[in-house]
């Protein structure tokens, strides 16, 4: 998409500070975080929501979760806890029409959390 913020992102046509890249994901910081540590991780592939996946795409999806392990550890937020994210629609909370999930962590988070 040539109007999508992540996918210029992920097209390195926007800066930001990258902490993970393959050839399928990217993570990397948000820039309103919500929490001291607030990790954006997006696939590479245009997918608009949870509701545009497809079978083809469940391999990327158990990579962002591995990817989420992985940066819960580098970050040292593993043994406190931290919650995973993706907004899904308008009511849902999504601003950007491209699949990401939120890393959160760094504090204590508050449940419900909308």
């Known amino acids: 998409m040539p109007d999508c913020i992540f996918c210029l992102i992920s097209q390195k046509k926007i800066p930001s500070e990258i902490l993970y890249e393959d050839e399928d994901c990217m993570a990397f910081k948000d820039i309103n975080p919500e929490a001291p540590v607030h990790i954006l991780i997006i696939p590479k592939k245009h997918i608009e929501s949870v ?56 504090r204590q988070l508050q449940w419900p959390p909308g």
């Open 51 to 106: 509701m545009e996946l497809t079978e083809e795409d469940s391999g990327i999806i158990s990579k962002i979760f591995n990817v989420a392990k992985l940066l819960s550890s580098e970050l040292k937020i593993a043994n406190s806890g931290f919650r995973i994210v993706s907004n899904c629609g308008k009511d849902g909370g999504q601003t950007v029409g491209h699949l990401h999930f939120h890393l959160l962590g760094g």
